[in-house]
């Protein structure tokens, strides 16, 4: 098996979240964005799953060859395909592209259910859907590539966030797993999230509660909690925290700011507050790392 669908992709991407410097944002998954003339891809078998996100407008004529069959149709917006690992897939588009693909570690998809939602999945791990209307997995696939646009303090731990939002809905939907009984709250959308990133990204410097984070996503305090941990992998309040040492870290750039500027603007409580939980995030003080990115 070739080892990655984008060997074979005819342009290179506009987006590609390979690139990112936070390794456990790309750990979870790799999103690349693509405006392609028309041009075609011979069927290949890959070692990953893959879902492409239609993001164009107006329909256009494509081509796709799954497992030797061939379908000829008209691609529309919010469309989806999810082709899993192992099925042979070749394709043909007929006018310029505007599409996210979403690449996917069959190990990692695995590791992240087992590990961050307590599920099996089955050995094909992700449904075979060779067209689909999807806005809302298309919605949370370009919050994703707006936050990899983004390029702004915070927006490595945005894009992790956002993209276990996205892998938990793409398992709510397409997930073969062996739990039948298993039903992710429909109440805690791609949506809840971005409103908690948003008030997170606009009030880090102030003392923030678990009742305020709860009060925009419009859930109880221990609702929220337990969802919030459950997709994003840590507290709220771990969350915020780990929020304000990137923001730190980007602001230690500066050499004009002070550690005491810095621990004030980011939220601490004191510089003695902001060294210790630099030092236990990072490993190093914020002096000590401060030498190495100045």
Request: proline residues 5%.
């Amino acid at each position: 098996m070739p080892n990655r669908y984008q060997d074979n992709y005819p342009t290179e991407p506009l987006l590609d979240s390979a690139a990112m410097t936070r390794p456990s944002a790309v750990d979870l998954l790799t999103l690349e964005y693509f405006e392609a003339e028309p041009a075609s891809m011979p069927p290949q078998r890959y070692a990953q799953h893959h879902v492409l996100l239609n993001l164009k407008p107006k329909p256009y004529r494509s081509e796709n060859w799954r497992n030797g069959e061939h379908r000829d149709f008209m691609l529309n917006q919010h469309e989806i395909i999810v082709t899993p690992a192992g099925m042979e897939s070749g394709w043909r588009w007929h006018e310029r592209s505007q599409v996210i693909v979403i690449t996917l570690e069959p190990d990692r998809l695995e590791r992240f259910a087992q590990t961050e939602l307590g599920i099996l999945l089955t050995g094909s791990q992700l449904a075979n859907k060779p067209l689909l209307l999807d806005p809302d997995i298309c919605a949370a696939g370009l919050q994703l590539k707006e936050a990899l646009e983004t390029k702004t303090f915070g927006s490595d731990l945005m894009f992790e966030s956002l993209a276990r939002v996205f892998l938990i809905k793409l398992i709510q939907r397409y997930g073969e797993t062996l739990e039948e009984d298993y039903e992710f709250s429909r109440r805690f959308s791609a949506q809840h999230y971005k409103r908690v990133l948003d008030f997170v990204a606009d009030n880090y410097g102030r003392t923030l509660s678990l009742e305020e984070l709860a009060g925009e996503a419009a859930l109880s305090p221990s609702h929220f909690s337990r969802l919030f941990k459950e997709t994003i992998g840590s507290s709220p309040m771990q969350f915020v925290m780990s929020f304000r040492i990137e923001r730190a870290k980007e602001a230690l750039r500066d050499r004009t700011k002070t550690l005491v500027d810095i621990a004030t603007q980011c939220g601490f409580s004191d510089q003695a507050h902001f060294s210790r939980s630099f030092k236990a995030s990072v490993g190093q003080s914020p002096s000590a790392y401060r030498k190495t990115v100045t």
